[in-house]
């Protein structure tokens, strides 16, 4: 009798930005591109399609969590590896990706342990930012909150994309190369993580 295969790694991405021309935003969307042009099935979500009002316990007490909490932690559970982008701002990660994984981390099905959600799939992060670093001061935030506040799994490979608004070409991809080659090394380091996980 042989062990069944392990299954296929499906990747969700987003970035924490609602803004319309966020880099981040864009550089998300070009992850999953890449994804499944490299035969790795991903999805795309756009945070400003979930809005939610600011985490509040009493809030929560009232009325539960929010319908679009449990559309995206669905849309977690529905995949097996998570990239993050992730803009800086002021050395740390936005506000509304801080209040959306709050949100997440709150929605619990009947029969889940408390987390499951994070705690069962492999998550990557990424940065983009004008600045010469890339948002790298930002992703140390994001990495702790994740791991120590979740107990998440998070690649220690991670993208950054500095001087980022000329970064892309007419069509959305990036003009260079080796910038492309790593995050395309991140997205598989992802999806074989993925896979490991789950197998």
């Known amino acids: 009798m042989t062990d069944a295969p392990a299954p296929d790694p499906r990747l969700l991405f987003f970035a924490g930005s609602a803004r319309q021309a966020s880099f981040n935003k ?3 969307r070009l992850g999953a591109v890449i994804a499944e042009a490299n035969s790795i099935p991903a999805t795309f979500v756009d945070l400003s399609d979930y809005p939610m009002p600011l985490y509040d316990g009493d809030l ?9 909490a449990h559309k995206l932690k669905n849309l977690m559970m529905a995949h097996t590896g998570v990239f993050i982008m992730s803009p800086e ?4 990660f936005t506000p509304l990706l801080k209040n959306t994984l709050d949100w997440i981390s709150h929605v619990r099905d009947d029969g889940e342990s408390p987390l499951e959600v994070f705690r069962t799939r492999v998550f990557a992060l990424g940065a983009a ?4 670093t890339g948002g790298l001061r930002g992703l140390s935030q994001l990495r702790l909150m994740l791991e120590l506040g979740t107990g998440a799994l998070v690649l220690p490979n991670q993208f950054l994309l500095p001087r980022a608004a000329d970064a892309f070409d007419e069509h959305g991809h990036l003009k260079n190369k080796e910038q492309t080659e790593q995050f395309k090394t991140v997205i598989q380091r992802l999806a074989r ?7």
């Open 26 to 28: 864009r550089v998300a």
């Open 60 to 68: 929560e007490a009232a009325s539960g969590q929010p319908e679009n």
């Open 89 to 92: 701002y002021n050395a740390s």
């Open 129 to 132: 930012s004008n600045g010469g």
């Open 193 to 199: 993580a993925a896979r490991v996980l789950h197998g």
